[in-house]
């Protein structure tokens, strides 16, 4: 049981991490390889704040994502006045930046070695340390998620997102400031983006830079891929199926380096056959073929 409910933690966690992509990637169109990137500073910043601080799980959990916020300026601001495949490789140089960061700043995230010793989340005076609590407390993170990402997107602010991904220059020639909305889709992108990695480690209890890698980054936007993008169910069921997918080739009693490798040729196979036969995803409003 404590098995099951740990595959269903995870899913719970990725679909919160896909729901912030999809704002962007899906309902913007503006595909981003950065990711994992501001996962990992909201894992690293709750993680060193209780760690090193002793300060509490919602506090860590908030300046996490305050700091991607800030971090997300600093790439969008010059980024976003890209487009398309420029787009795409700068963020993807702000991924392999920060987890040189991650990986070689030694004295603040101990590098290779990690973080061990996370605590486990208590909000006032609810001790989170069972599976059940993580599920429950993942599921309330995942809800706030969809209810931000819905909020922004059924509103005006949402429109004109639409606009820009459809036709960003007809959009300005509306009048619209289009660099100010995709910032800010940005940020609050990054924003619940951190706020999963701050859930996550303290759920592991050990973070390293192994779990924010570019190919972190592909996962999460292969969600969006395969759930379909511009929905609200496609990033719960692009990471149910991610999720649940590895854990089910555990039961075929593969040795584990096969196992790894295979899932790595079962993703890249799904994303080819979603982009030539259902570019929309499996649930997807929008596709990302042209």
């Not at 509103?155 to 509306?174: M, N, T, Y």
């Not at 800010?184 to 992108?189: D, L």
């Not at 890249?268 to 570019?279: A, D, E, K, Q």
Request: proline share 4%; hydrophobic share 55%.
């Amino acid at each position: 049981m404590d098995y099951f409910l740990h595959v269903l933690v995870l899913a719970a966690i990725y679909t919160g991490l896909a729901a912030s992509l999809d704002l962007l990637a899906g309902r913007t169109g503006l595909m981003s390889l950065a990711h994992a990137a501001f996962y990992g500073l909201g894992a690293y910043t709750s993680a060193l704040l209780s760690v090193r601080f002793g300060i509490s799980f919602p506090l860590g959990v908030l300046v996490g994502m305050v700091v991607a916020v800030l971090i997300s300026f600093v790439v969008s601001l010059p980024s976003l006045r890209l487009h398309d495949d420029y787009f795409v490789i700068a963020t993807f140089g702000f991924q392999m930046i920060l987890f040189s960061v991650f990986n070689n700043w030694m004295k603040l995230t101990h590098g290779p070695l990690g973080i061990p010793g996370i605590p486990q989340p208590v909000i006032f005076g609810w001790h989170v340390n069972s599976h059940l609590d993580f599920l429950i407390l993942a599921a309330a993170f995942v809800c706030f998620a969809y209810f931000v990402v819905h909020r922004l997107t059924s509103s005006p602010f949402g429109r004109v997102l639409h606009a820009i991904r459809e036709d960003e220059v007809f959009a300005k020639a509306l009048g619209k400031n289009t660099l100010r909305f995709k910032v800010v889709a940005f940020a609050v992108s990054a924003a619940l983006a951190a706020m999963a990695g701050s859930l996550y480690a303290h759920y592991i209890t050990y973070i390293d830079p192994t779990s924010f890698t570019v190919m972190e980054s592909i996962l999460i936007i292969s969600m969006v891929i395969i759930g379909g993008a511009g929905s609200t169910w496609g990033p719960l069921v692009g990471a149910v199926v991610l999720v649940t997918l590895p854990e089910a080739l555990r039961f075929v009693g593969l040795p584990s380096a096969v196992a790894a490798n295979l899932r790595q040729i079962i993703y890249g196979s799904l994303l080819v056959i979603m982009m030539m036969f259902r570019p929309r995803g499996l649930v997807g409003k929008y596709g990302f073929s042209k």
